[in-house]
């Protein structure tokens, strides 16, 4: 299986600060990589497909880069919605794999 | 508008069986490749099983952790997806979703496996 490693694990950063969360694979995933936003009480949101892809109607805030096994999103100007879980996933190969998550937290 | 409503969600013992229901609708399923996610009580995410359309001979995949317990079927004349779950166990305990594409998710059944 395809070992999904995410950090870090919570994070609290100001408002209109620029976060980044990243995401490591135990092996090549090709750019087979989703971002999802969590909040409590609530289903997963995609944000990004396709390691950098912006999924239709969020926020330009938001970006995915990387390639291989190193992955990243980063969070332009947080705003107070943005306050989540975040989680990464690997859908190139079976079994499909999920980041442990981040928590995001405004300081 | 899509949408997915996952039903069937309970408290059971250990060694029971459990069956979620998906129901769709805004999309045509019978073209879907639809899937089963579940988040445990960690708030921890894993991808629990996959199905795939008519024109892929309805393919079937599993977590190692379900396989030979769950079984994900389909009926296109419903626009339903399910999860037969036998032999449960306590670890199975979780928030589950249905889900088409990544994008479209149910707003979740809760299972709970306790004596």
């Known amino acids: 299986d395809i070992q999904m490693t995410q950090s870090p694990a919570s994070l609290s950063a100001s408002l209109g600060e620029t976060v980044t969360i990243e995401c490591r694979a135990s092996?090549?995933?090709?750019?087979?990589l989703a971002w999802y936003q969590q909040k409590p009480g609530k289903s997963p949101q995609l944000l990004i497909y396709n390691a950098n892809s912006l999924h239709t109607g969020v926020p330009s805030r938001f970006s995915g880069s990387g390639s291989g096994t190193q992955y990243s999103l980063k969070i332009n100007s947080l705003q107070s919605e943005d306050v989540a879980s975040y989680f990464c996933?690997?859908?190139?190969?079976?079994?499909?794999?999920f980041g442990a998550g981040t928590k995001l937290e405004l300081k | 508008e899509v949408q997915l409503v996952e039903t069937g969600g309970s408290l059971v013992q250990p060694g029971k069986s459990l069956k979620l229901t998906c129901a769709t609708s805004?999309?045509?399923?019978?073209?879907?490749?639809m899937h089963w996610v579940r988040q445990s009580p960690e708030k921890q995410l894993e991808w629990v099983a996959q199905?795939?359309?008519?024109?892929?001979?309805?393919?079937?995949y599993y977590a190692e952790s379900v396989k030979g317990r769950f079984t994900i079927s389909r009926d296109d004349s419903k626009s339903s997806v399910y999860l037969q779950m036998n032999s449960l166990k306590e670890e199975d305990t979780a928030i589950y979703y249905c889900n088409w594409a990544w994008d479209y998710w149910g707003q979740g059944v809760m299972v709970t496996v306790s004596s």
């Open positions: 092996e090549d995933i090709y750019n087979g």
């Open positions: 199905i795939k359309a008519k024109s892929n001979n309805y393919a079937t």
């Open positions: 996933q690997q859908y190139y190969d079976y079994p499909y794999t």
């Open positions: 805004g999309f045509t399923f019978s073209n879907a490749w």
